[in-house]
């Protein structure tokens, strides 16, 4: 198995995708970081998985959530009681587009 070497081009390329900015301390460490990733990722390609049937999870799949069931609905004032800020029975927010 080969080494893989990342150039500090790559290194930046990568981090130019992922819109970091780095040192060029971080550019040699994260050099040497994900070369040692892609070898370890060659050293599992080695594996024979042909054996094992392909999936898209080893877990087994649940729902979690419960049902949604409707219930009664707050009276406006127990709606409005935490609100910063009403204008009679409605909530007051800042404007957020222009114009």
């Known amino acids: 198995m080969a080494e893989t070497i990342l150039s500090a081009d790559d290194v930046r390329a990568i981090a130019d995708l992922a819109r970091l900015e780095l040192s060029d301390e971080d550019v040699a460490l994260y050099q040497r970081q994900l070369s040692a ?43 409005l009681a935490n609100a910063p800020d009403s204008d009679g029975e409605q909530f007051r927010v800042r404007a957020v587009l222009d114009g």
């Open 37 to 79: 990733i892609l070898d370890y990722f060659q050293k599992l390609e080695e594996l024979d998985t042909s054996h094992i049937d392909p999936t898209s999870s080893v877990l087994p799949l649940t729902n979690v959530m419960r049902p949604d069931r409707a219930g009664p609905a707050l009276s406006v004032d127990e709606a």
